[in-house]
T-cell receptor
């Protein structure tokens, strides 16, 4: 009964380094999302995907790239990390809206990323 | 930004009391959702209310939606220490697939 799993849980990077955050869901959900959470800012959407092979920009996409090669996985990449990207990153997934409209999102427990 | 805002930012109550938190948003919405976040954990969905609904209940939770005022409220009745968490509203505008989260209300329930 894993739900949404994020790896790694913690990471410290130096400015300019690159890394990939992995999100995996076992609920066969169509939609997946990457958010960042900063103090006093709530959650802000970075990128999202409405299905395998598709991605779209969210509210704060600059400095990030994503890929959805498999339905169950959604990867978030930082090509050249900057201190401003220090944050907690959350992945979420949800069912296809269908005729009943958008469904609740299921969240992972986050990746705490520090950029020095 | 289309981000919503919760009010108050922080709330401290005694166990057994009711807790009310409010969410205001800026654009016309398809639906509004409330989430809870315990410290160090991800968000957990509580309740969803659609734009054509005015009130929904789920256990000790009651949510209202006033689309004319672009606002929603979450009422937790008979609070428990385990309700201590941050609560966020998330709105889905009529167009698009992006959810916009508010800044959250931090609720502390004192045993």
């Amino acid at each position: 009964n894993a739900g949404v799993t994020q790896t790694p849980k913690f990471r410290v990077l130096k400015t300019g380094q690159s890394m990939t955050l992995l999100c995996a869901q076992d609920m066969n959900h169509e939609y997946m999302y990457w958010y960042r959470q900063d103090p006093g800012m709530g959650l802000r959407l970075i990128h999202y995907s409405v299905g395998e092979g598709t991605t779209a920009k969210g509210e704060v996409p600059d400095g990030y790239n994503v890929s959805r090669l498999k339905k169950q996985n959604f990867l978030l990449g930082l090509e050249s990390a900057a201190p401003s990207q220090t944050s907690v990153y959350f992945c979420a997934s949800s069912q296809y809206p269908g005729t009943s409209g958008h469904q609740p999102q299921h969240f992972g427990d986050g990746t705490r990323l520090s950029i020095l | 930004s289309q981000q919503g805002e919760e009010d108050p930012q922080a709330l401290s109550i005694q166990e057994g009391e009711n807790a009310t938190m409010n969410c205001s948003y800026k654009t016309s919405i398809n639906n509004l959702q409330w989430y809870r976040q315990n410290s160090g954990r991800g968000l957990v969905h509580l309740i969803l209310i659609r734009s054509n609904e005015r009130e929904k209940h789920s256990g000790r939770l009651r949510v209202t939606l006033d689309t004319s005022k672009k606002s929603s409220s979450l009422l937790i009745t008979a609070s428990r220490a385990a309700d201590t968490a941050s609560y966020f509203c998330a709105t889905l505008p009529n167009t698009g697939n992006q959810f916009y989260f508010g800044t959250g209300t931090s609720l502390t329930v004192i045993p």
